[in-house]
């Protein structure tokens, strides 16, 4: 009967140990990690170092040769005074060159008339900011007052934009352990070094298509000196971080 008795302790005592055992294996875990979620944004301004222009020179009349040259002649003279002005890393280019052939009727006989319209794209890069604009304007001068039709597409824009997008990037950072910060001090918590990058995005000007002026300056209408301003180029990045806090 002791035997029965002690056996019956011994294997309650055992299943007693077993059953704290298996809820003791199943209480969860209090360990949990904290963090604090930011986007930061950063913007700065840079001064454009480039810019370009688009002149063209249409030539019209009733004899092929006599048009031809006369386009010619006057795109040459257009290059050269603007060469002249010793500007740095000036480039030119065609744009566009068009040749029409329209034949028309008159009363007395059929007659054909002969239109050329060429276009020229002015470049010139990493220019100091404070003489682009006069670049710029002296340019404008120099192609109306020497036969060009029109003048348009005059853009500044900035050709080196690493330096921008760094800094735009830096403050964007800083802005975002700025408001992290703000946050764990008001939570009464410390701020740990952030342990993930969500993300980061930067956006610029498209270049020199960011910002266009059209002068559509005929001669008759241009003033005696050109005047332009440059400006300044926006460059904005965000970012988006996760700060842990204990």
Do not use: H
Request: proline share 3%; hydrophobic share 35%.
């Amino acid at each position: 009967m002791k035997r029965k008795i002690f056996t019956g302790a011994l294997f309650l005592l055992i299943l007693s140990c077993s059953t704290g055992f298996l809820f003791a294996e199943q209480e969860p875990k209090e360990y949990k990690e904290y963090v604090i979620r930011v986007t930061g944004t950063g913007k700065v301004y840079a001064e454009p170092d480039s810019f370009s222009l688009v002149f063209s020179v249409t030539s019209e009349s009733v004899n092929l040769r006599r048009a031809t040259s006369d386009n010619a002649g006057k795109i040459a003279g257009i290059v050269n005074e603007i060469k002249k002005l010793n500007i740095p890393n000036a480039e030119f280019s065609t744009s566009t060159f068009d040749f029409i052939g329209d034949k028309g009727y008159s009363f007395i006989f059929p007659s054909k008339t002969y239109k050329i319209s060429n276009k020229v794209t002015v470049k010139a890069e990493k220019i100091q900011y404070d003489k682009l604009s006069d670049y710029a304007s002296s340019v404008i001068d120099a192609t109306i007052q020497n036969g060009a039709t029109d003048v348009k597409n005059l853009s500044f824009y900035v050709e080196d934009r690493k330096t921008a997008e760094e800094k735009a990037l830096k403050e964007a950072l800083g802005n975002a352990k700025e408001k992290a910060s703000l946050i764990a001090k008001e939570l009464n918590v410390s701020l740990r070094e952030p342990y993930n990058m969500l993300g980061a995005w930067v956006s610029v000007p498209v270049g020199r298509e960011y910002r266009e002026y059209n002068l559509e300056l005929m001669r008759s209408e241009a003033p005696q000196e050109s005047q332009v301003f440059p400006g300044k180029e926006a460059f904005t990045a965000s970012v988006e971080v996760e700060y842990k806090f204990k």
